[in-house]
C-alpha cells in the first residue's frame, strides 16, 4: 500500500516536473534554432561586405591609375607641344638675321597665340639670357636660371626637358624645353627655351574634376612637385612623398596607403611617363574610402540586433 502511494505520489511529481520544465525547453530550444539560424548569416554577410569593400577598393585603385596615366599623358602632350613651338621658333628668319627685336616678336606672338608655355628665353653659352619675351626688349636681363641645362644644350647639340627651377628673370617657378638654334656649319650659337608655370601644368590637374578631398600633383624626372591642386604655394619646388620617391625608382605605377604632404592618412596612387619622366600623383583620404564600409557594418549590426530582438521576443512568447 506504502509502495503504490509512493508510486502515485512519484508520478504526480513527474508529472508536475515536466509540465514546469516543458515551456522552458521548448523556448529554449527556439532561442537555439534562431541563434543557429542567425548567426551564420550574420556572419556571412559580414564576410561578404568586407569583400565587397576590397572589391571596391581594387576598383578605385585600378581606376584613379587609369586616371592618373591619362593625366600624365596630358603633361606629355603639354612638353612635347612646347617642344613643337621651342623648334619652330629656333629655325626663325629673324635669328638667321641676327633680328632679336623681331625675333622677340614673333616669339610672343606665337606663345600667346597657340596657348602653350609663358615665355621664351634665347641664351648665350655663357648662360647670359638676350631674349625674355616676359621682359621688354632691350631691358637688362639675368642670367639663365638654369644655366646647366643650356651648357648641356651647347655640349650635346640636342633638345633636353629641364626640371623644376626658379626663372633668372622672374624668380618664379618654371620647368621649360630647351632645343639648340644652329648656325651655318652646325655650331650651336644659342639655346633657346619655351618656359612652363606651374599654373599651366596644373590645369592639367583641374580639368579633371576630382573630389574636393583628394589630393592630386604633378613631378617632374627629380621628384620634385611642379603642380599640385592642394596648397601649391606651400608645395610646390620640395620634393613628393618618400615613398613614392622611392618606388618611382622601381617601377611606374603604383598604389599603397602612406600619408599626404599634410600627414593626411590616404591612399596614393601614381604614374609614371616612360617618355619624359614625370609623375602624376593622386591622394585619396583613407576617411572617405573607409566610410562606406563603416556605414554597411553599421547597418549590419543593426540589422542584426533587430533580428535576434525579433527572434528572440517570438521565441519567448512561443
Known amino acids: 500500500m506504502t509502495r503504490v502511494s509512493n508510486q502515485a505520489g512519484s508520478s504526480v511529481a513527474s508529472v508536475s516536473l515536466q509540465r514546469s520544465v516543458k515551456p522552458w525547453s521548448v523556448r529554449g530550444l527556439l532561442l537555439g534554432l534562431m541563434l543557429t539560424c542567425l548567426i551564420p548569416g550574420v556572419i556571412g554577410v559580414g564576410i561578404l561586405i568586407h569583400r565587397m569593400y576590397q572589391d571596391g577598393r581594387a576598383q578605385i585603385e585600378s581606376d584613379t591609375i587609369r586616371t ?3 593625366m600624365v599623358q596630358a603633361v606629355d602632350a603639354q612638353l612635347s607641344k612646347a617642344r613643337v613651338i621651342a623648334l619652330a621658333l629656333s629655325t626663325s628668319n629673324f635669328l638667321a638675321t641676327s633680328d632679336l627685336a623681331g625675333f622677340h616678336r614673333r616669339a610672343q606672338d606665337l606663345i600667346r597665340t597657340e596657348g602653350i608655355g609663358v615665355d621664351a628665353v634665347l641664351s648665350d653659352a655663357s648662360g ?3 631674349v625674355n619675351t616676359s621682359i621688354p626688349f632691350g631691358q637688362p636681363l639675368a642670367r639663365h636660371g638654369n644655366a646647366e641645362k643650356v651648357r648641356r644644350v651647347f655640349e650635346s647639340g640636342e633638345l633636353i626637358l629641364s626640371d623644376v627651377f626658379i626663372g633668372g628673370a622672374t624668380g618664379l617657378p618654371r620647368a621649360s624645353v630647351e632645343v639648340p638654334v644652329f648656325a651655318e656649319g652646325g655650331k650651336v650659337v644659342y639655346a633657346l627655351g619655351v618656359n612652363i ?7 592639367i590637374l583641374s580639368q579633371q574634376k576630382l573630389p574636393a578631398d583628394w589630393v592630386s600633383s604633378i613631378s617632374d624626372s627629380t621628384g620634385t612637385i611642379a603642380a599640385r591642386s592642394n596648397s601649391a604655394d606651400r608645395f610646390i619646388g620640395k620634393k613628393v612623398n618618400p615613398e613614392i ?6 617601377t611606374l605605377e603604383s598604389a599603397f596607403e602612406s600619408v599626404t604632404k599634410e600627414g593626411v592618412p590616404a591612399l ?3 604614374s609614371r611617363s616612360p617618355a619624359t619622366h614625370w609623375t602624376v600623383a593622386i591622394a585619396i583620404p583613407l576617411d572617405g574610402l573607409q566610410a562606406a564600409l563603416r556605414r554597411n557594418l553599421v547597418l549590419l549590426g543593426l540589422g542584426g540586433a533587430l ?3 525579433s527572434g528572440g521576443w517570438c521565441a519567448w512568447r512561443c
Open 197 to 203: 608655370s606651374p599654373p599651366q601644368l596644373g590645369e
Open 245 to 250: 620617391l622611392h618606388r618611382l625608382s622601381t
Open 68 to 70: 592618373a596615366r591619362a
Open 268 to 270: 596614393l596612387v601614381f
Open 128 to 130: 647670359r639670357q638676350v
Open 307 to 309: 533580428l535576434f530582438a
